[in-house]
């Protein structure tokens, strides 16, 4: 398709928050293509979203796997320099913070094609994590910073970006999350995977949290004082599996932990929300449980969504404070703002497409 915008997704947030500005740019007649670089590349973590979305299917999928950061990401630019050489679009819209969203940029800049980055501005502070690498270079080479919170244009500001280039826009990720919002019953999914009517759902994957030996003994320790409370459903990522098991997790299954392989997007959402806590390292989660409710004790030392903590119900926790933080969250002592995130409304991906529209204009 000539002179079509190209979608670049590669992970599961990717897909969560592409799909509304799909939409949003189809009601307003803009061409455009979806190129799924294969980051996630098993049926779990990625061709189930898009039947579970409603996403059209890829116009291109490069199949590019995993692998270390250097290898995954070398490949992505070689992958997309293909694409992009071959029908250069007027825009590239990449999202989050994942390799395939730097590689896009990279790519993108040393080609001349424009970039238009969805959630920018958010930042970790935290140089040892490399999603914050990816949101720094990739916000700085960005033609259009789509951002998601308040904070995002603050940030963007202190580091010089053009005004002119920064739109506060919501978020699409929460858009996803209304639009489905019927659809997550978690009473056939429980039914169906054993799970106990109280439970905590759990998901693990960073790799400081992961990596290394000491770490992962850290969160396998901390899973046990939670399991000492309450049930726990961990859908765990391919990332760490080893280092976990190696740390001692199957040792929990027969004390209140059930592990399984990664969920689909509707079962997954379906458990949050009939759960009675969760506790994780990854960042969409902590947005997704501050719209519904549910308390959120994220193992890390920060966290790149303030806002979900001062307008949702997310806590930080290190791992040697888990339990007593379970605790409080499973007495209901963790409360959330009565007023929400501002513009995590539904209508983000509208937003998004009339900013993209107006640019292309």
Not at 177 to 206: C, K, N
Request: glycine residues 8%; charged residues 20%.
């Amino acid at each position: 398709m000539r002179n079509a915008l190209v979608h670049v997704v590669g992970a599961r947030p990717n897909f969560v928050k592409a799909a509304p500005v799909l939409r949003g740019l189809e009601a307003l007649g803009v061409p455009q293509r979806l190129v799924h670089t294969g980051q996630h590349y098993d049926v779990a973590m990625s061709d189930v979203f898009f039947r579970d979305l409603d996403l059209p299917r890829p116009d291109e999928s490069l199949g590019v796997g995993s692998g270390s950061h250097a290898s995954q990401t070398a490949a992505l630019m070689v992958a997309l320099e293909k694409v992009f050489t071959s029908h250069p679009p007027p825009l590239a819209v990449v999202y989050g913070d994942v390799n395939s969203t730097i590689a896009a940029a990279i790519v993108c800049a040393k080609l001349g094609i424009p970039t238009a980055h969805v959630e920018a501005g958010l930042r970790s502070f935290d140089r040892s994590m490399p999603e914050e690498i990816n949101r720094v270079v990739t916000d700085s080479l960005a033609d259009l910073l789509l951002v998601t919170s308040p904070e995002g244009l603050d940030n963007l500001a202190r580091e010089g970006v053009d005004g002119e280039r920064v739109h506060l826009v919501g978020n699409p990720m929460i858009d996803t999350l209304l639009r489905h919002l019927e659809r997550f019953d978690p009473g056939p999914v429980r039914q169906r995977l054993g799970v106990p009517e109280r439970y905590a759902v759990a998901t693990i994957h960073r790799p400081a949290n992961v990596d290394q030996p000491d770490a992962a003994r850290r969160i396998v320790l901390a899973l046990q004082e939670a399991v000492a409370r309450i049930a726990v459903v961990l859908p765990l990522h391919p990332r760490g599996r080893a280092s976990l098991e190696g740390a001692g997790l199957a040792e929990l299954a027969d004390r209140g932990l059930m592990v399984l392989d990664p969920l689909g997007y509707l079962d997954f959402l379906s458990l949050v929300r009939g759960s009675s806590a969760v506790i994780t390292d990854s960042g969409g989660i902590q947005e997704e449980t501050t719209i519904l409710g549910i308390p959120c004790l994220t193992l890390r030392p920060n966290t790149e969504r303030p806002i979900t903590i001062t307008h949702g119900t997310n806590r930080l926790v290190e791992p040697e404070a888990l339990g007593p933080a379970l605790d409080r969250a499973l007495a209901g002592e963790q409360a959330m703002p009565p007023d929400g995130p501002p513009l995590w409304d539904g209508h983000a991906g509208e937003r998004i497409a009339g900013v993209i529209a107006d640019w292309l204009r």
